[in-house]
């Protein structure tokens, strides 16, 4: 047969049984060393787990928080944005000033009960899908103020996503919050877009 020809009916067939011959002649082990290295080498995927995972990356690297700050943790909020700490890097750096332009909101420092209200409009008002950070003992449960007028965690108000712990938290113990976030929207399964009944 020259190149460029068809294969014939017959050795189509020859061919076809060569293939069965060598087959059949592979041991189980041999098999499924072939299935392994197949499912380490080769993606086995469809076209809407891909989507998925493509939508879940670009939205885990580029979060807009929200600029919003409740007491001290706030100025180490601020401190990460700075040019030390460049949380450009990440992606993460432009703090938005309307909460219908982000997707993130850090409750950084003491939530009080004055101030829940707003705290859940703004949360409201915020675009799907969206996100929170809880950061510093104050935000997490109340930290050292076990009284009347202090929200024992921001979670009895908004769901909340990272816990970052301290008091104040360090920047980088923020963008390891950022990270963790980052990494837990990447993960993400379901709907593309899951806040469309």
């Known amino acids: 047969m020259e190149i460029g020809e068809r294969p014939t009916t017959e050795a189509r067939e020859r061919f076809l049984l060569e293939l069965d ?3 059949l002649r592979l041991s189980p082990q041999e098999e499924e060393a072939i299935r392994r290295t197949l499912a380490q080498r ?3 995927t469809t076209v809407e787990s891909m989507s998925q995972w493509i939508v879940n990356w670009a939205r885990g690297n580029s979060l807009f928080p929200l600029t919003f700050g409740l007491a001290c943790c706030a100025i180490e909020q601020m401190a990460t944005g700075g040019p ?3 949380m450009a890097r990440f992606g993460y750096e ?3 000033p309307s909460p219908r332009q982000s997707d993130l909101i850090v409750i950084a420092g003491t939530l009080t009960k004055k101030m829940a209200p707003v705290v859940r409009q703004l949360w409201e008002q915020m675009a799907q899908p969206k996100w929170a950070i809880a950061m ?3 935000a997490s449960t109340g930290g050292m103020y076990n009284s009347f007028a202090v929200v024992q965690g921001a979670d009895w108000i908004i769901p909340i996503d990272v816990y970052v712990p301290g ?3 360090r920047p ?3 963008l390891y919050g950022f990270l963790k976030l980052a990494a837990k ?3 993400e399964k379901g709907r593309l877009y899951p806040w469309i009944k």
């Open 21 to 23: 011959e060598i087959r």
């Open 42 to 44: 080769v993606l086995f």
């Open 84 to 86: 030390r700490f460049d």
């Open 94 to 96: 432009v703090f938005r």
């Open 136 to 138: 510093g003992a104050c």
């Open 167 to 169: 008091c104040p938290p």
């Open 172 to 174: 980088e113990s923020l």
């Open 185 to 187: 929207i990447r993960k």
